[in-house]
């Protein structure tokens, strides 16, 4: 940082860009900007030479390197998520269970992103359907925006994934001792 006169993100976002990877949770269009005045990349988001040269002094810890699935998605798995989700619509007036093609890219991508395996996501996913459905499913999200949506930053987020670590770290409230009364 201190050679580039970049910010974190700036730096980031540079490296993102040597190594062909999507940045995460930054605003890309200010770091470009400041990206290009500084030469690093050229009008086309393209890095440019100096912008190889810096980036590869960036040090990178061996645990970055992108995780291969060990887990493959076939129908029957698709099919064994979605069943987990009610039929028909929520209260939202969206269809809870998401189209097979949508399910399959998503968790594609969550796959290669996070490192839980098969058995954790279908836990993640009972855990969190059991919660809402506690609750008339009333502001739940669909099947696919469980897996992941899309910010306007284009940015993803996981809902699963929070929901995945909770369950690998047994951090979740069991809320079955949770007493209520419906008072007419």
Known sequence: MKESQ?????????WCLYVDEKPLYINIYTEARALRLEGYIDEQLKITQKGVDMASKIPVSKNTTKKQPTFTL???????YLQLFPKGKLPSGKLARSDKKNIRA????????????????IRATALYVDEYEKKNFMYMKTSQYFISK?????????????YCSAVVNNDYDNDDNHFSDKVV
Do not use: C, H, Q
């Open 6 to 14: 970049l910010t974190p993100n700036g730096l980031y976002f540079l």
């Open 74 to 80: 076939t129908d029957t798995s698709i099919d064994e």
């Open 106 to 121: 998503n968790l594609e991508w969550f796959m290669r992103t996070y490192s839980y395996e098969w058995d954790t996501i």
């Open 150 to 162: 899309m910010n306007t930053d284009k940015s993803r987020v996981s809902e699963l994934a929070d």
